[in-house]
Structures are given as structure tokens and as C-alpha cells.
């Protein structure tokens, strides 16, 4: 009888083909009392710690998570950047998926497909900005490409004292609730200084018929930013000998902070974007968006501390930790760089009007991040695909993709819709389209496609183009990207800010597999026409 049974249980076990490669984690989501700035609140944490555990898998494996709700209210959780069939994207109403309901349990079960930096994190409410987010790794099943001595995760967040449904509110009162960087009089007089009272005067006057000030960077202040968990207080570190190859893995797991990176003393090779590998790229920092992940080696050579600085466009703070030969020691603490105020080159034509621009006028200031002279800031046309990509086809349309709003009543919109009222938009299986982004809004956007990478066209080979799950539309101007429509499913399409894409800049892009008669039979063609 033992002999059979264990005949029967090998014979299972050779029969299924992830019997032997499954690895399991069992997530619990609940609310608990933290202090992390000094005063009690309750927060969202998954297994009892902030951020939630870091997963870890191998590519080729399946990923088995136990996700198990123990607060009152529905949750949800949602594999960013992850290539999984729609029913595991977890984002409620598409592909059958449904909220996790309190005290309920769902198993989300997908083969890892892909390698890389990736995140998780909720798609329900405000609960990622709670605290339910957490890093995701997969790693190459044979060797890593990108060789290293050390390897860390280096997690980004902005925490507030205020909830999610505070925060909305308060915004949807008044846009400019948080607004605490306004300019003053002593900041027109300078302006006289250096322009003259004409030019000051009239520049005054065109930015007082806009609908946002220049020194709207963000929408939310007042946060406190976090390493990892960690304030700049309880400094986050990551040992390292002199010489090791040391990998970060920077996620931006923010709900609305844009931040800029970078490490005093030490260069940066970018080789990952969005989990993605790309050539390597020598860089003294870079600007990432909510949702934007970038993996770097740095190489120490000196036996020191050195600071892992991240500060907010808007300068309100920092997001530090230290990279040191022993734990204890901290690098030099960094001072705030000016924070940029917008020209009329942020806003798109919409807003300007009828106003008339000299050129000096239209110089944008969004991405000026007071990079010191000599430095090498990331741009997107640096990076260049790993490898040679699979799809050089040209796209055979084109889908417009206008991101606007209305500031004073807080709406976000895609082609001028909010989520409610859009339709989703349709792709034939296997089809290759261009999205063209244009943005008539004076705020960078991070645009997220679930399920698919898309490629930037960014100046590079149609070969070496990069994939990006998540894309940063910068105030007045446009961008586009080419898609391979090779995901069947609904797959959400959003603005990553989070107070954005819950006040409506948000909608569903469908790909259905259809008959061969309705697949496109020609694709080479450019431009064949345009969509909204």
C-alpha cells in the first residue's frame, strides 16, 4: 500500500508541469496602530510590517500567493509590471477579477514569465498609499546578465498623517489645498531685477489667468518620505566592502511624488528600466515618477559612508538611507537644490490661449532639476533596449491619448472623459499601434498600462527600443510610444498619480483575440490613421 501511494504521488508529480517549481507566500492584509511620525495612526500592513514582505522568485517558476483580507473593507492586489493573465491582474471588474472581500482569501497563480525589478501593490481606494505595497524580484533562471556583489532593493514612499479620503476631499474643496510654496513679493521684485518691470509685469499677468501657479509642482505636501520603510532619522543601510559591485533596485512606490536620484561621491550605471534590461548608462542621477522602477551598479571605492539621496520636485523633503562599510555610519546630509518654478513652455497650446510668446517664453522648466554643471542626468533617449527586440514592425495606427483636468473642481480626464464615462479602448489581437500622448495639463503625468510593455519612441533603432510599463508625460507637451497588442485581456490604462487616477484620469484598454478573418493582415504601413 505505501508503495502505491508513493507511485501515485510521483506519478502526480511528474504529470504536473509546476509541481516541482510552485512557490508559495501567504500575504494577510490588516489594519494596524503605527507611529512613524510621532503620532498614532492607523495604517494598512501586510503580514504586520510596512512595507510588505519582498517576494522572490525565478523566472520560469509559478508564483502561488495566499492573499487573505482581514480588515473590514474589500482590498485588492495588483502585480505591477508583471506580464500574468487578466483573471490575476487584480483590479476589480475586469477579466472576472473581484475585490477581496473582509475576511476572505483569494490564490493568485501565474508562471513568471519575464525577470526583473517589479512592485506590487493595492488597485482598491486609497490603500497604497495606507500602506499596502511591497517589491516583487524575479530572477534570471540561469546567470544574471548583470553581475554583482551585493544586491538591494531601495523602496520609495511618500507617507502622510492625513488618510486617502482626506486627502481627496480636501483637494476636491479647493486644488490648491496643500499648495505651501506660493510666490511672494519678493519674488516679483526679483523677477524686476533680472527682466526688467515690463517683462516682470507681464509675466505676472499671464500667470494670473491660468488656472495653476507656477510653483505647482504637486498636489499633495506634508508628507514624510520613506527608505524602505525607514525615515531619514532611522537611516536605512546597505553594507558594502570597497570595490563590490553594489546593485539597487530603486522603486518609486509613492502615490504622487516625482523624485530625483542621485548618490554624492559615487556614478550610477542605469541597466534596468521598469525591469527591463537596458544597455548601460552612466548617469550622476535621474528623475522617476510614481510607479518608475531603475536598477543601478554603483562600485565604492573608498572605505566611507555615502548618502542615497532621493528629494521631491517640489522640495519639501527627503527620502534618505547610506551606503557604508559598517552599520552606524552616515554620509554627508544634503541640502535642498531651488526648486523650479514653471514657464509658459509647461503649459500646452489649450491653456496659453491667445497669448503671444516670445521664444524666451516657451523654454520648459518641469524637468530642470538644478543638475550641478558637468553632471549626466538620465533622459529617456539614453536608454536603449538590452538585446534586439522582437516586434520592429511599423504601427498600423495611431490612438490619440489627450491627458487633461480641471483644477478647480479636481477632475482628471483621458480624452476628456473621467473612468466612468469612457469607453474602453479596442485592439485586435497581435496588432501593433502608436499611442500618442499629448498633455493639456501644466502636471507631468505617469501613464501605466497593465498586462503589456510598450516601447518609447525615443530617437533609438526601432531594434533597441525600451520597454517601460509606466511613462512620464511632461506638462504641455507630447510623447509617443508603439504597443504590440500580444496580451489577451482588460487591461486597466491610468495615470499613476494616485488622487489623478481616483478623480477620474483613467480608463480600459481591451485586446480581444479574434478570428483570423479579423486579424490585420498588412501592418508594415505608417500612419495608416488616426483615433481617440
Given at each position: 500500500?505505501?508503495?502505491?501511494?508513493?507511485l501515485?504521488?510521483?506519478?502526480?508529480?511528474?504529470?504536473?508541469?509546476?509541481?516541482?517549481?510552485?512557490?508559495?507566500?501567504?500575504?494577510?492584509?490588516?489594519?494596524?496602530t503605527?507611529?512613524?511620525?510621532?503620532?498614532?495612526?492607523?495604517?494598512?500592513?501586510?503580514?504586520?510590517?510596512?512595507?510588505?514582505?519582498?517576494?522572490?522568485?525565478?523566472?520560469?517558476?509559478?508564483?502561488v500567493?495566499?492573499?487573505?483580507?482581514?480588515?473590514?473593507?474589500?482590498?485588492?492586489?495588483?502585480?505591477?509590471?508583471?506580464?500574468?493573465?487578466?483573471?490575476?491582474?487584480?483590479?476589480?471588474?475586469?477579466?472576472?477579477?473581484?475585490?477581496?472581500?473582509?475576511?476572505?482569501?483569494?490564490?493568485?497563480?501565474?508562471?513568471?514569465?519575464?525577470?526583473?525589478?517589479?512592485?506590487?501593490?493595492?488597485?482598491?481606494?486609497?490603500?497604497?498609499?495606507?500602506?499596502l505595497?511591497?517589491?516583487?524580484?524575479?530572477d534570471?533562471?540561469?546567470?544574471?546578465?548583470?553581475?554583482?556583489?551585493?544586491?538591494?532593493?531601495?523602496?520609495?514612499?511618500?507617507?502622510?498623517?492625513?488618510?486617502?479620503?482626506?486627502?481627496?476631499?480636501?483637494?476636491k474643496?479647493?486644488?490648491?489645498?496643500?499648495?505651501?510654496?506660493?510666490?511672494?513679493?519678493?519674488?516679483?521684485?526679483?523677477?524686476?531685477?533680472?527682466?526688467?518691470?515690463?517683462k516682470?509685469?507681464k509675466?505676472?499677468?499671464?500667470?494670473?489667468?491660468m488656472?495653476?501657479?507656477?510653483?505647482?509642482?504637486?498636489?499633495?505636501?506634508?508628507?514624510?518620505?520613506?527608505?524602505?520603510?525607514?525615515?531619514?532619522?532611522?537611516?536605512?543601510?546597505?553594507?558594502?566592502?570597497?570595490?563590490?559591485?553594489?546593485?539597487?533596485?530603486?522603486?518609486?512606490?509613492?502615490?504622487m511624488?516625482?523624485?530625483?536620484?542621485?548618490?554624492?561621491?559615487?556614478?550610477?550605471?542605469v541597466?534596468?528600466?521598469?525591469g527591463?534590461?537596458?544597455?548601460?548608462?552612466?548617469?550622476?542621477?535621474?528623475?522617476?515618477?510614481?510607479?518608475?522602477?531603475?536598477?543601478?551598479?554603483?562600485?565604492?571605492?573608498?572605505?566611507?559612508?555615502?548618502?542615497?539621496?532621493?528629494?521631491?520636485?517640489?522640495?519639501?523633503?527627503?527620502?534618505?538611507?547610506?551606503?557604508?562599510?559598517?552599520?552606524?555610519?552616515?554620509?554627508?546630509?544634503?541640502?535642498?537644490?531651488?526648486?523650479?518654478?514653471?514657464?509658459?513652455?509647461?503649459?500646452?497650446?489649450?491653456?496659453?490661449?491667445?497669448?503671444?510668446?516670445?521664444?524666451?517664453?516657451?523654454?520648459?522648466?518641469?524637468?530642470?532639476?538644478?543638475?550641478?554643471?558637468?553632471?549626466?542626468?538620465?533622459?529617456?533617449?539614453?536608454?536603449?533596449?538590452?538585446?534586439?527586440?522582437?516586434?520592429?514592425?511599423?504601427?498600423?495606427?495611431?490612438?490619440?491619448?489627450?491627458?487633461?483636468?480641471?483644477?478647480?473642481?479636481?477632475?482628471?480626464?483621458?480624452?476628456?472623459?473621467?473612468?466612468?464615462?469612457?469607453?474602453?479602448?479596442?485592439?485586435?489581437?497581435?496588432?501593433r499601434?502608436?499611442l500618442?500622448?499629448?498633455?493639456?495639463?501644466?502636471?507631468?503625468?505617469?501613464?501605466?498600462l497593465?498586462?503589456?510593455f510598450?516601447?518609447?519612441?525615443?530617437?533609438?533603432?526601432?531594434?533597441?527600443?525600451?520597454?517601460?510599463?509606466?511613462?512620464?508625460?511632461?506638462?504641455?507637451?507630447?510623447?509617443?510610444?508603439?504597443?504590440?497588442?500580444?496580451?489577451?485581456?482588460?487591461?486597466?490604462?491610468?495615470?499613476?498619480?494616485?488622487?489623478?487616477?481616483?478623480?477620474?484620469?483613467?480608463?480600459t484598454?481591451?485586446?480581444?483575440?479574434?478570428?483570423?478573418?479579423?486579424?490585420?493582415?498588412?501592418?508594415?504601413?505608417?500612419?495608416?490613421?488616426?483615433?481617440?
Open positions: 500500500m505505501k508503495h502505491t501511494a508513493f501515485a504521488f510521483w506519478l502526480l508529480a511528474i504529470a504536473s508541469p509546476f509541481a516541482a517549481s510552485a512557490k508559495d507566500y501567504d500575504l494577510t492584509i490588516s489594519h494596524q503605527l507611529n512613524i511620525t510621532g503620532k498614532p495612526l492607523e495604517k494598512v500592513v501586510v503580514n504586520g510590517i510596512l512595507p510588505a514582505p519582498t517576494l522572490r522568485f525565478k523566472q520560469g517558476e509559478e508564483a500567493i495566499h492573499v487573505t483580507n482581514r480588515m473590514d473593507v474589500p482590498t485588492s492586489v495588483h502585480w505591477h509590471g508583471l506580464l500574468v493573465p487578466g483573471a490575476m491582474d487584480g483590479v476589480d471588474g475586469l477579466n472576472g477579477f473581484s475585490e477581496i472581500q473582509p475576511g476572505q482569501s483569494f490564490t493568485y497563480r501565474f508562471k513568471l514569465r519575464q525577470t526583473g525589478t517589479y512592485w506590487y501593490h493595492s488597485h482598491t481606494g486609497g490603500q497604497e498609499q495606507e500602506g505595497y511591497g517589491a516583487l524580484i524575479v534570471p533562471a540561469g546567470r544574471d546578465p548583470i553581475k554583482s556583489d551585493r544586491d538591494y532593493i531601495v523602496m520609495l514612499n511618500d507617507y502622510h498623517d492625513d488618510t486617502p479620503s482626506d486627502i481627496i476631499g480636501n483637494l474643496k479647493s486644488s490648491d489645498y496643500y499648495a505651501n510654496a506660493r510666490r511672494t513679493v519678493g519674488d516679483f521684485f526679483a523677477d524686476i531685477g533680472k527682466k526688467g518691470f515690463d516682470a509685469w509675466d505676472e499677468k499671464d500667470w494670473g489667468q488656472r495653476m501657479a507656477r510653483t505647482d509642482l504637486s498636489d499633495v505636501t506634508g508628507y514624510t518620505f520613506l527608505t524602505n520603510g525607514k525615515t531619514p532619522e532611522q537611516n536605512w543601510t546597505g553594507l558594502f566592502k570597497a570595490g563590490e559591485r553594489v546593485r539597487l533596485r530603486f522603486i518609486n512606490a509613492s502615490s511624488s516625482f523624485f530625483d536620484v542621485r548618490i554624492p561621491g559615487l556614478k550610477m550605471s541597466v534596468q528600466a521598469d527591463q534590461n537596458v544597455e548601460s548608462v552612466g548617469v550622476d542621477e535621474f528623475r522617476f515618477a510614481p510607479a518608475e522602477t531603475y536598477d543601478v551598479i554603483v562600485t565604492p571605492k573608498d572605505d566611507k559612508a555615502y548618502t542615497v539621496v532621493a528629494e521631491p520636485i517640489d522640495r519639501t523633503g527627503f527620502a534618505l538611507g547610506t551606503l557604508a562599510p559598517h552599520e552606524g555610519m552616515k554620509g554627508e546630509m544634503p541640502t535642498h537644490r531651488p526648486r523650479t518654478q514653471l514657464k509658459m513652455g509647461d503649459m500646452s497650446m489649450e491653456e496659453m490661449g491667445d497669448m503671444v510668446m516670445t521664444p524666451a517664453d516657451m523654454k520648459s522648466a518641469w524637468g530642470d532639476a538644478a543638475t550641478p554643471k558637468g553632471d549626466k542626468a538620465l533622459q529617456y533617449s539614453d536608454l536603449r533596449y538590452a538585446g534586439i527586440q522582437k516586434d520592429v514592425r511599423e504601427p498600423n495606427r495611431t490612438i490619440d491619448v489627450t491627458l487633461g483636468g480641471n483644477m478647480e473642481r479636481y477632475i482628471w480626464t483621458l480624452n476628456g472623459k473621467q473612468m466612468q464615462e469612457s469607453k474602453p479602448i479596442r485592439l485586435k489581437y497581435g496588432e499601434v502608436r500618442t500622448f499629448t498633455n493639456n495639463t501644466m502636471m507631468a503625468h505617469p501613464m501605466h497593465h498586462g503589456m510598450v516601447q518609447l519612441e525615443n530617437g533609438q533603432p526601432m531594434a533597441k527600443l525600451p520597454n517601460k510599463h509606466t511613462v512620464i508625460i511632461q506638462p504641455g507637451k507630447s510623447y509617443s510610444v508603439l504597443l504590440t497588442a500580444d496580451e489577451v485581456g482588460e487591461w486597466s490604462f491610468h495615470c499613476h498619480l494616485l488622487y489623478h487616477m481616483m478623480s477620474g484620469m483613467m480608463t484598454l481591451t485586446v480581444a483575440k479574434l478570428d483570423t478573418a479579423d486579424m490585420p493582415q498588412n501592418v508594415t504601413k505608417t500612419g495608416a490613421h488616426h483615433e481617440h
